[in-house]
Nanobody
Framework: QVQLVESGGGLVQTGGSLRLSCAAS????????MAWFRQAPGKEREFASA????????YYADSVKGRFTISRDNAKNTMDLQLNDLKPEDTAVYYC?????????????????WGQGTRVTVSS
């Protein structure tokens, strides 16, 4: 089992930045492909970004490419998502996910473990 805990959400103005973190515990973190998903109010959950277990491969949804940066530190069992140039449409609960067989998978159903989410609100 893997426990995931997100942090770093908050309220920010359009154009601002936030850094989300996901802390993992429970088993070997370094072998897990991981991702961030998000769910906006009244919408389906959607893929935002993913990172392979080595950290060398990163993947982004078109909507966040160039503004968000995913990274991980396997020694610290953490994964981060740097959110820059935030827009009101980025408002959502952001979830950390882990355990997909294929790195970069954008399908939520491929991930075995999920955090409880951290809320990001971008005001216009």
């Amino acid at each position: 089992q893997v426990q995931l805990v997100e942090s770093g959400g908050g309220l920010v103005q359009t154009g601002g930045s936030l850094r989300l973190s996901c802390a993992a515990s429970g088993r070997t973190f370094g072998g897990l492909n991981m991702a961030w998903f998000r769910q906006a109010p009244g919408k389906e959950r959607e893929f935002a970004s993913a990172i392979g277990w080595t950290g060398r491969s990163t993947y982004y949804a078109d909507s966040v490419k160039g503004r968000f940066t995913i990274s991980r530190d396997n020694a610290k069992n953490t994964m981060d998502l740097q959110l820059n140039d935030l827009k009101p449409e980025d408002t959502a609960v952001y979830y950390c996910a882990a355990g997909a067989v294929n790195a970069g998978s954008s399908r939520g159903g491929d991930y075995l473990y999920w955090g409880q989410g951290t809320r990001v609100t971008v005001s216009s």
